[in-house]
């Protein structure tokens, strides 16, 4: 269980994700506007942290401003409440609960206007997830981009994941890039913090080029619970709890 200040995280998160620049992943934006105009299958995998929520939000953004319609939303289990979570997002009302009703309506929904559906963390999908995609994607002009933390943890999505071509993988920044974030993340929650001179070293160290624990721990450094006297960080348990709120 993560700590009282890494539950904290989420919202700071949220602004982390709209107010920092997209770094070093221009290669992967790229080519996923090219698989997303070819209506072709996509799958985004990489270690917690490693920007794959960041990347999907970006892309709905770039993707939505040319034109297309856009439907994100996370994977969830059970099956019934991830139908309803998709309704909320395509605002459909179901007015009968059963996951069979549910499902009936969100087909005629996605029938009716296809969607680029862009579906976030991935984790080991029932056959039910995959006949429910399946018949989504014979819509001509639907296809679904994905998100996991590794390739073959998709379940049975991986019929629909199967295309190497269309795989891409998220690897940590260099060190170049880490710094920029670093220095990026610092302007953004730490302007008003005054920190010791080996503050954005000892991230950069305890990061590893990762780029969720580099924005986790900026954003924990302007906690006074990890502030002491003479400008100093409690760094062990901000690199701790950095990771806890990561893997939470």
């Known amino acids: 269980m993560s700590s009282p200040a890494a539950q904290q995280l989420a919202i700071p998160r949220l602004k982390a994700l709209s107010e920092l620049a997209l770094i070093a992943r221009n290669r992967e934006m790229a080519k996923l506007l090219r698989?997303?105009?070819a209506k072709t299958p996509a799958?985004?995998?990489?270690a917690p942290g490693s920007g794959?929520?960041?990347?999907?939000?970006?892309?709905?953004?770039?993707?939505?401003?040319?034109?297309?319609?856009?439907?994100?939303?996370?994977?969830e289990q059970p099956l019934h409440t991830f139908f309803l979570k998709i309704a909320e997002e395509l605002s459909v009302e179901c007015v009968?609960?059963?996951?069979?009703?549910v499902r009936g309506v969100l087909w005629r929904a996605l029938e009716a206007k296809p969607y680029i559906i862009l579906l976030d963390d991935i984790g080991e999908a029932t056959p039910p997830?995959?006949?429910?995609?399946?018949?989504?994607?014979?819509?001509?002009?639907?296809t679904i981009i994905g998100s996991t933390v590794h390739e073959y943890a998709v379940g049975a999505l991986r019929h629909i994941f199967w295309n190497q071509q269309a795989a891409i993988p998220l690897r940590n920044l260099s060190k170049r890039d880490a710094c920029a974030l670093i220095d990026a993340a610092i302007?953004?929650?730490?302007?008003?913090?005054?920190?010791?001179?080996?503050?954005?070293l000892r991230v950069a160290q305890a990061?590893?080029?990762?780029?969720?624990?580099?924005?986790?721990m900026c954003i924990l450094a302007g906690n006074p619970a990890y502030q002491a006297a003479?400008?100093?960080?409690?760094?062990?348990?901000?690199?701790?709890?950095?990771?806890?709120?990561l893997l939470s």
Do not use: C, W
């Not at 799958?43 to 990489?46: A, F, R, T």
């Not at 939000?57 to 939303?73: E, H, K, P, T």
């Not at 990061?207 to 986790?216: C, L, M, Q, S």
């Open 35 to 37: 698989l997303a105009a």
């Open 43 to 46: 799958l985004i995998h990489g």
């Open 52 to 75: 794959k929520t960041r990347l999907l939000l970006d892309l709905r953004n770039q993707l939505i401003a040319s034109g297309n319609d856009v439907l994100y939303v996370r994977f």
């Open 96 to 101: 009968k609960t059963s996951s069979i009703s």
């Open 129 to 142: 997830y995959y006949r429910f995609f399946q018949r989504v994607l014979a819509t001509k002009g639907s």
């Open 187 to 200: 302007s953004v929650f730490l302007s008003d913090v005054a920190l010791p001179s080996d503050f954005a």
């Open 207 to 216: 990061a590893r080029g990762n780029p969720g624990r580099i924005v986790e």
């Open 230 to 245: 003479d400008h100093h960080i409690r760094f062990g348990a901000l690199v701790m709890d950095s990771l806890a709120g």
